[in-house]
């Protein structure tokens, strides 16, 4: 029935469209800047090639009209892209092309005009791709089917790009260039924060204008957050294995617009219309004081491996744009385990990347990015290099130099697990301090030393190539595996609502459900619950290094022990904002957490430690004691059962100045930890003993009374708990 519909369009389009031929004007136009640009009078087209004997731009005169209105041969090449202007084109215009060149997918050319296909360049993707055999460049099913060539039309099954209008009065905005070390993040993503969420207008739940309603902003200010990193924003596909499951690509991690903000996060659905309001949260956050980082995915796209549909860079020049099998460039390589990986050793796909990060910059106002799989980015050949040109060019670029760049430093190749072993310009996603606090919290041993190096910003990974305590960002939990609340409350995945029988996901949890598997009503085991959920917040916002939130951990959210929720585009990702008492008291921790954090400089240090007096000093900056009081000595690390020790932070001896020059001086703490299941007599220094108890998560809303030390000498420090005792300086009240 489909076809049918699509060749009754042909049938009575022919004529108009063959008539609107002769009123439009068609000049030569020029090579750069690649993509459709409109100057206020017209719109030149352009497009990399190296390999097409032909492009065809298409102009749509809408979405649901597969039929082009106009079918334009380019007739310009210069450098190998192929260009034209036409004069009187603009916002919001519709448009695709078609590439013609040789079908011989053995020698990596996969070229067939009859698959329509996205510009790579588009600023604005009107609609998403419908699923269907239509799609694939070969005929399915056949014997050596992608080696086949399909001839049927996929204009119908195709979204359209949009010229897009660029103006927008952004109010002197401009990026906020907040110091790592004053960095706060919380990840999420645009549609979970708000889909339910009861103080944001229904039409604009899961959208940029929902994540920028005042409600919103007004939470994660009042929480402390200063900056949001959304999941991939970039327009993506969903995959065919997902479609046929009835399921959808919810995370976005399968992009095909490197330049396009998804329209299904659009509360207006008109066509480009997504520009105009990821522009206006961009600029509401920053009013707030909040950048805006993205989370974006060059490493592959979304046109899978050969067996994958043509949608966009295979049909254009696949052997430019993607890394082949070198003794078969029939298949590819790939780096992701998402079919493909992006050929960085050539130079025009190394421009896209680059074109892509200035654009979000300048045009949209970002002030950074993380880079999914960022290992695969460093693979020109098949090792991973991280003197890459793709990195010695971000090194050189004045605009990508100068933004917050993080890398989640590992993909699924040989050799890809490379943390700690980034450029000095990025920071870098610390697996290890995920993997050793985890493991630490539910007792495994042996950890002690290196929960040390994590709990004081990994100089270990990060001092010997000149780097600070803000190269790591420390987290917990991220969108990928548990929430905090599932850590405690589940020893094994549950993911059957993917459909995979349970096989997606990673087994390596380190989690522990305190004792029973799933949720409870046992008193003491959602006491412990809660008391290990403290004791994660406290150590992940009281380290060196820059705290990644998990966005809805502060609520308790849970996915209900799926660890890969990916797929699951409803309230099991979706944040429940239906708050009870301890959904409260976790909000109101994190809070205090965060505000500790903010208020003491001790806790978000430039440089590394040193353990040493500083001159004039009669204390070192950090000392580390054992439960006696005493001093740890290198025995002491040694003992694989040790699971308490104390961190007394001198803020008289932080040795640092701020940015006016002046001498950084707080308060001392002592950060009591104790990953053991029976509690711990510690003894109290000297210089802490008439201090106070600012958090101890057995207890987790002081009162004033329950401030006080009780006795200046010892402190009871329970099982799986952490404590923080402070001594005001004596300069303050």
């Excluded at 949209?364 to 990015?369: E, K």
């Excluded at 890459?388 to 971000?394: K, N």
């Excluded at 619950?529 to 004791?535: H, L, W």
């Excluded at 150590?539 to 890969?564: A, C, F, H, K, Y």
């Amino acid at each position: 029935m489909v076809h049918n519909l699509l060749f009754e369009y042909i049938f009575t389009s022919i004529v108009l469209r063959r008539r609107g031929m002769s009123d439009l004007k068609i000049w030569p136009g020029k090579p750069f800047p690649l993509g459709a640009t409109w100057d206020g009078h017209g719109t030149n087209f352009s497009l990399f090639s190296e390999h097409a004997t032909g492009v065809q731009l298409l102009l749509f005169e809408s979405p649901e009209n597969p039929v082009p209105e106009h079918e334009i041969w380019l007739k310009e090449r210069t450098a190998r892209v192929w260009h034209c202007y036409l004069p009187g084109i603009k916002p919001p215009q519709l448009y695709a092309y078609r590439v013609t060149g040789p079908y011989e997918p053995e020698r990596g050319h996969r070229f067939n005009p009859h698959k329509v296909l996205l510009d790579p360049y588009a600023k604005a993707i009107a609609g998403t791709f419908m699923w269907d055999n239509v799609l694939l460049g070969y005929k399915p099913n056949s014997r050596n089917e992608d080696l086949s060539f399909d001839k049927r039309d996929s204009s119908l099954f195709v979204p359209k790009c949009v010229v897009t209008d660029t103006w927008f009065d952004w109010e002197e905005d401009r990026l906020l260039r907040r110091p790592w070390n004053e960095t706060i993040i919380y990840e999420t993503h645009v549609k979970g924060l708000t889909a339910q969420h009861p103080d944001v207008d229904e039409s604009q739940r899961g959208t940029y204008e929902g994540l920028a309603s005042p409600r919103v902003i007004e939470y994660l200010v009042k929480l402390g957050i200063t900056a949001v990193e959304l999941l991939p924003i970039h327009h993506h596909a969903i995959d065919r294995s997902l479609y046929e499951r009835g399921l959808t690509n919810y995370w976005g991690y399968n992009t095909i617009g490197f330049f396009a903000p998804d329209c299904r996060f659009s509360s207006s659905g008109n066509q480009g219309e997504q520009v105009r309001e990821f522009k206006h949260m961009v600029k509401t956050f920053h009013k707030a004081g909040i950048e805006v980082i993205l989370d974006v995915v060059y490493n592959h796209t979304a046109e899978g491996d050969q067996r994958g549909p043509t949608l966009c860079f295979r049909g254009i020049d696949n052997k430019a744009y993607y890394q082949l099998d070198p003794n078969n460039m029939r298949y590819y390589m790939d780096f992701s385990g998402c079919g493909t990986s992006l050929r960085m050793a050539h130079p025009h796909v190394t421009q896209l990347i680059m074109d892509s990060l200035r654009y979000w910059v300048l045009e949209m106002h970002v002030d950074g990015f993380r880079f999914d799989l960022a290992s695969a980015l460093a693979r020109e050949f098949f090792e991973v290099d991280k003197l890459a040109t793709f990195f010695d060019i971000i090194q050189q670029d004045p605009v990508i130099s100068q933004v917050k760049l993080i890398a989640e430093p590992w993909d699924i190749g040989t050799g890809g697990y490379q943390v700690g072993n980034f450029p000095p310009l990025w920071t870098e996603w610390n697996g290890k301090y995920r993997d050793t606090v985890r493991s630490f919290w539910k007792g495994d041993e042996n950890l002690l030393g290196d929960l040390a190096y994590r709990l004081t910003g990994s100089s270990d990974l990060y001092k010997d190539d000149g780097r600070k305590p803000f190269a790591s960002i420390n987290f917990v939990t991220s969108h990928d595996g548990f929430t905090l609340h599932d850590l405690v409350t589940y020893n094994a995945k549950h993911n059957e609502d993917n459909k995979e029988n349970n096989r997606d996901g990673s087994n390596d949890n380190r989690s522990w459900n305190s004792g029973i598997e799933g949720d409870t009503d046992d008193k003491n085991i959602n006491n412990l619950r809660m008391r290990r959920k403290m004791n994660f917040l406290a150590t992940l916002l009281l380290s060196q290094g820059v705290p990644m939130i998990l966005g809805g951990d502060e609520i308790d959210r849970t996915q209900r022990g799926n660890n890969n929720v990916y797929c699951q585009d409803n309230d099991v990702s979706w944040y429940d904002w239906d708050l009870d008492d301890e959904k409260r008291q976790m909000l109101a921790f994190t809070r205090f957490c965060i505000r500790i954090r903010q208020e003491h400089p001790i806790f978000r240090k430039r440089r590394f430690f040193k353990g040493i007096k500083p001159p004039g000093k009669e204390i070192k900056d950090i000392t580390w004691l054992r439960q006696d009081g005493r001093e740890m000595t290198s025995r002491d690390w040694k003992q694989a059962t040790m699971h308490t020790v104390g961190i007394l932070f001198s803020g008289e001896a932080i040795d640092e100045i701020d940015s006016q020059g002046q001498t950084v001086q707080d308060d001392t703490f002592l950060l009591l930890i104790n990953g053991a299941g029976e509690p711990v007599d510690f003894r109290l220094p000297d210089v802490i003993q008439s201090g106070e108890i600012l958090i101890y998560t057995c207890v987790p809303e002081l009162n004033e009374s329950e401030r006080q030390i009780k006795d200046p000498r010892r402190f009871i420090l329970e099982g799986y708990s952490l404590a923080l005792l402070r001594k005001k300086r004596k300069d303050t009240d």
